[in-house]
């Protein structure tokens, strides 16, 4: 079994999909916190919907390197979801659940009418669900992802402390004089750049368990900002690593052995915060 | 020259005018308290202070060099809020966010500065408790803490008792008042309690129907005071 692994592990795919795989872990665990703590949980799916109906689009136009599409489409999405505030007609939840069905409904519309390949279904399914793409990433993907993952790494570190201020209390930090809507249109962004990067490792029906998971595991046993965000990464990377050597050792699909395994230590973290209380 | 002066202040969302033509102002060391119904504009003014909205009309004027980010506001407590995983540290810690600027990390002054004020709000021994855990007079305890290190000038308060007990209440006002006269800092204050107004305050500031600002003395002698005591009297 090990020998097997350890064959595995000299492959350049596995390598990159662990290396993937770890930084979009890392990545979607720490804005996963701050989306869990304002209340935006189903902002993950609702973006993945629309990164999926923007790639049919994509597909249909001939668009070759796709990533140029879906994303600028997706972080405008996101702009116009967390500005929704108190003061629009369509509240927050309502507002994501129409984008998201509406993308989802029209993108497989789209694939279906202008279909180019003989398997539409395997295409959908492989889009929904990320089942291989994770392993057959090239190199131009990877090192696009590790730089998008080291900026919103830098991002947030560099403001975590005005991140916990206007998370906790926006009017507060308004009033204090932080520049709040700048903040809110800053995550917004960083959110849409994890969803376009994470839909290559479980497909875009399973990126919001990515986004949620960890942060809410971390919040049943510790009681500090920094102690959920930390714990949080370390779930993340360790659940996502778990997932992809299980995956490849076992043949499973890659997307739903990860959260698989994030609803298994959210189980244990579970108990653990009932035990601890 | 007063701290805070507000002349012909119309304040109000889109077309709905909430507040016309309010004029007052606030010197170093007052305690004003705004009274007056639901839906009243208390909040909507506090903003207008705070300068997170433009007045329709009118002007708001900061004097004796008070700086906008030099306000300490204490707002009404959100869902979000409730059950937040973050120590009592953490939290007061964010208060220094305003004289920060784009340095992206905490200074040892501004570390003392939030330990001082945990020790004046007497929660020194809560630092690293979880927010989430405390009672709801620690939770507020915390939150003033916070607001002073935003400050030394003057403290902006939205309802601060609401949702807690009588006893809780009491030494929430005590709290106030004592920054307000050891402390000298300004308390502008919003609240549903007239008698509390009364019994603390140094101004009153009535929003609704009828709209008036007086010192506390001046108050009681209107007919609203003294219909409303009547009535406390008669149960």
Partial sequence: MVEKLLMYLQYPFVQYALIVGVLIALCSALLGVILVLKRFSFIGDGLSHVAFGAMAIAAVLGISNNMLFVLPVTVICAILLLRTGNNTRIKGDAAIAMISVGALAIGYLLMHLFSTSSNVSGDVCSTLFGSTSILTLTPVEVWLTIGLSVVVLGVFIFYYNTILSVTFDESFAHGTGTKVSLYNLLIAVLIAVIIVIAMNLVGSLLISALVIFPALSAMRVFKSFKGVTVCSAFVSVFCALAGIIISIATSTPVGSTIVAINIFVFLIFYVVGLVKR | ?235
Avoid: W
Wanted: charged share 25%; aromatic share 6%; glycine share 8%.
């Fill in chain 2, 1 to 235: 020259m007063a701290l805070i002066q507000c002349k012909n202040l119309t304040l109000g969302y889109d077309h709905k005018k909430l507040i016309e033509q309010l004029s007052f102002s606030v010197e170093q060391g007052d305690y004003l308290c705004i009274v007056g119904e639901n839906g009243s504009g208390k909040t909507t003014l506090m903003k207008a202070l705070l300068g997170l909205i433009n007045p329709i009309k009118g002007s708001i004027i900061r004097g004796d060099g008070l700086k906008p980010k030099e306000i300490g506001y204490l707002p009404q407590q959100t869902i979000v809020q409730k059950d937040f995983p973050a120590s009592v540290k953490e939290i007061v810690l964010t208060g220094c966010q305003g004289r920060m600027g784009l340095r992206p990390f905490y200074s040892k002054a501004e570390k003392q500065l939030a330990k001082d004020n945990m020790e004046k709000m007497d929660i020194t021994d809560l630092a690293n408790r979880c927010y989430r855990d405390l009672s709801g007079g620690q939770q507020q305890r915390v939150l003033l803490a916070r607001a002073l290190c935003a400050t030394q000038k003057v403290l902006l308060l939205d309802e601060p008792v609401s949702g807690l007990d009588p006893k809780v209440t009491e030494e929430m006002y005590r709290l106030i008042s004592q920054l307000n006269r050891r402390d000298n800092i300004t308390v502008i204050m919003i609240t549903h309690d007239i008698e509390a107004a009364v019994k603390y305050s140094s101004h009153i500031l009535h929003i609704g129907d009828s709209t008036f600002f007086a010192t506390n003395k001046e108050y009681q002698k209107t007919d609203f005071y003294k219909s409303f005591a009547e009535e406390k009297e008669g149960i």
